[in-house]
Structures are given as C-alpha cells and as structure tokens.
C-alpha cells in the first residue's frame, strides 16, 4: 500500500466536506425574472387567446438575504363579457399542473383567488387574483422570484487601488 493512498483519501474527504458547506451562489436577477415571467405567461396561456395584457412598468429589483434581490412583477388582463372567473381560479391548479403547487394562504377572501409556488420555475411565488374593478373584470397576476444576484446594471466593480 502506497504512503500517498491514505493521504490522498483524507483530502478528498475534505474537499468533499468543503463543498457541501459551501454557500450556493445565487442565480442571476436575469434568470429569475425570466422564470418568473415565464409562470406569469403559463397563467395567461389558460385565457381566451389575444387579451390585451397590461404590464406593471415598475422593473426595480427589490433586496433580499445576502445583498441579493428579488423580482416583483404584476400584469392586469381584462376578461371579456361573460368571464367566469371563479372558474377559471378553480379550474387552474389542475390546467396548470404539477409544477404549479398551490400555497394554501389562510385568508378568506372576496374575490376568487389562488396562490402557487411555481416549482418548474425556479419557485417563483404567483398569486391570482379575478377583481371587479370600474372597467370591469379583470385577472390579476403577481409573481415574486427568489433571491438572485443584483441585475448587471446595478453590480459594482471593485474600487481601483
């Protein structure tokens, strides 16, 4: 038996050691937002084709553990004449799937609602929502990603020495 072998086993049970308590690097803002707006679009993919989506403008990343941030995103859809809402919210955990888990939440609520964890996309949270509002009825959907790195724009370089 070689003097090495020893050795050699000894290091790499510590690189194996090593890296299971290494920190997972977190996922780009880019790749989370995508994933996010990706579980946004499986909802809207459910409704009567070519309804008019109207998107939150607001794109600012908000902070999260580890000097991370997360991606928040609303889109407003209205419903055509007739839309059975609470049918449609009913209808969605079993058209949606299984990567689509459904987060029970303990509110009770006015308006038909259902919330997921979007486990095929990077499990993203979407919660929604059919509200009755002065233009008329309208499916809400709001989507939050994990934690990722700030986006490009926002990272900083090192100081220069």
Not at 12 to 23: E, H, I, K
Not at 83 to 101: H, I, N, S, T, Y
């Amino acid at each position: 038996m070689s003097i090495y072998r020893p050795a050699l086993a000894l290091l790499a049970a510590a690189a194996l050691a090593l890296t299971g308590c290494a920190p997972t690097p977190l996922p780009t803002y880019e790749a989370v937002r995508s994933q996010a707006q990706a579980a946004m679009q499986r909802v809207v993919d459910e409704l009567p084709a070519d309804l008019p989506i109207e998107k939150s403008p607001a794109d600012t990343p908000f902070g999260c553990e580890r000097d991370g941030v997360f991606y928040t995103g609303q889109w407003t859809i209205p419903t055509p004449p007739g839309f059975d809402g609470k049918g449609f919210v009913d209808g969605l955990p079993d058209a949606l799937g299984p990567e689509f888990r459904v987060e029970e939440t303990g509110l009770d609520l006015s308006y038909p609602s259902v919330s997921f964890i979007a486990t095929g996309y990077s499990n993203s949270t979407l919660d929604v929502s059919v509200l009755t509002r002065d233009e008329g009825v309208v499916v809400d959907i709001l989507s939050t990603s994990r934690c990722a790195q700030p986006p490009a724009t926002e990272r900083r370089s090192p100081p220069d020495t």
